[in-house]
């Protein structure tokens, strides 16, 4: 009775390893890093280190970490020579804490210019309230951001005064009337005010980000940071 129970306390423990382990948190611990605070950071090959290189900004949904983003956005990198920057933001009940992540953003990207030889101007890639957060942020410091893919926002900012600076592309699911008229009405506002703006329909955008999704974000990349 007493093998019995320590077989299963066993194969219960070994259950949680695996599950940690194919979990973005594990899967991406050795990217890991705690100050100023949580990031995850993935470089380039060595040998694509010389030049300048784009920096990819990935912003998670409400609730999830920077592990998340990471495994939402990592597989960009295999195909594309690029840093890929994914800090874990504050949420709150109304989605990302937004003055917290700001100033939380401001601090690490000051780290990273700091350390790494990267183009003037980052993309910005989100999901959810990411994506909300990461086109408010867009539209509030043009001059920082090339290129915005906001992939099911939650919600869209209101547009700044004046002529729009920031090229942006807006992922919708094919199957969300609401999310589609939504972001249609956000579209011919800014379209209106002067954007490079369009909305694309995905199939299975529901909670993740699909490779159609990955597949027109690069391509995206690859034509704003030219």
């Not at 380039?44 to 956005?73: S, T, V, Y």
């Not at 920082?144 to 002529?163: F, H, M, Q, T």
């Not at 942006?168 to 609401?178: R, T």
Request: glycine share 10%; proline share 6%; hydrophobic share 45%.
């Amino acid at each position: 009775m007493r093998l019995h129970r320590w077989t299963l306390l066993w194969a219960i423990a070994a259950t949680l390893a695996m599950s940690l382990g194919c979990s973005p948190a594990g899967r991406f611990a050795d990217y890991r890093h705690e100050e100023p605070s949580e990031y995850y950071w993935l470089e380039p090959d060595a040998k694509e280190q010389g030049a300048r290189l784009p920096l990819l900004l990935g912003l998670h949904d409400a609730g999830q970490d920077g592990a998340q983003c990471m495994a939402d956005w990592s597989e960009l990198a295999a195909d594309e020579p690029l840093y890929l920057l994914c800090p874990t933001l504050p949420s709150n009940e109304q989605g990302i804490d937004a003055a917290s992540a700001e100033a939380r953003l401001a601090e690490i990207l000051n780290l990273v210019y700091g350390r790494y030889r990267l183009r003037e101007r980052f993309f910005l890639a989100g999901s959810g309230a990411g994506a909300r957060f990461g086109l408010a942020y867009a539209l509030r410091y043009p001059h920082a951001v090339a290129g915005v893919v906001a992939v099911s926002p939650d919600g869209y900012p209101a547009l700044p005064a004046g002529e729009g600076q920031v090229p942006l592309i807006i992922l919708v699911d094919s199957h969300d009337e609401g999310a589609r008229a939504e972001g249609q009405a956000f579209v011919e506002e800014a379209a209106g005010r002067g954007y490079a703006v369009r909305m694309i329909s995905i199939r299975g955008l529901s909670g993740q980000v699909p490779f159609d999704a990955k597949r027109v974000t690069l391509d995206f990349l690859r034509q704003v940071m030219r």
